[in-house]
């Protein structure tokens, strides 16, 4: 069993205390839901500064794009473009994380139904969220500092990427982030169908 951190990753709980601690969250829980009754509580907006801090988060792509091209050619792996149609679907997951308040990987529907709906054909494919950024950078060294992540960003078929970040102060992280990393189609003899008349 995990907690989430700031960022949105994974870390671990000891066993230790866990069932005192259970029966107490439960007890908690029930009583929270008894007195929250039928509407919902708005989240808090952020701490003023951070507000202001998020005012300022800016997404420059090609900086992205440059700092994972310089990661990847430093594993000897080549680079990868800005694509128009993994960006668009990067924005749409994004914006579903912030609507829903949430970093998922399922917010705006399961992955590979995402990529389809994209229009996104790859024979690879892979897709890195963060929340609570503040800079390119700061997403670049979340990411390979967790070896999910990291393996995407190195991805050695990859060739196109999408990244977009979407903002709320009205929402637990202030700042979503989504990378879509994608190889190009298989295309058979350059592009040419076998065995199609």
Not at 76 to 84: C, H, K, M, Q, T
Not at 94 to 112: E, I, K, P, Q, T
């Amino acid at each position: 069993m995990g907690r989430r951190d700031r960022r949105g990753e994974m870390s671990s709980m000891t066993p230790a205390g866990l069932g005192m601690r259970r029966g107490a969250l439960l007890s908690a829980l029930l009583a929270t839901a008894l007195l929250a009754g039928c509407y919902e509580t708005p989240l808090a907006p952020l701490d003023a500064r951070l507000d202001n801090r998020l005012a300022d988060v800016r997404l420059d792509p090609q900086a992205l794009e440059a700092s994972l091209n310089a990661y990847r050619a430093a594993h000897g792996l080549a680079p990868v473009r800005l694509d128009s149609q993994l960006t668009a679907m990067a924005q749409r997951q994004a914006d579903a994380m912030v609507a829903g308040n949430a970093l998922s990987h399922d917010v705006a529907g399961a992955f590979r139904a995402r990529l389809a709906a994209s229009g996104v054909e790859a024979d690879e494919a892979g897709e890195n969220l963060g929340a609570g950024y503040f800079s390119v950078d700061e997403a670049m060294e979340g990411w390979r500092g967790s070896a999910e992540h990291d393996a995407n960003l190195r991805m050695a078929g990859a060739t196109r990427i999408g990244v977009a970040i979407a903002k709320s102060p009205h929402t637990h992280y202030g700042v979503y982030w989504a990378l879509e990393l994608a190889a190009d189609q298989h295309r058979p003899l350059d592009g040419l169908r076998i065995g199609a008349f």
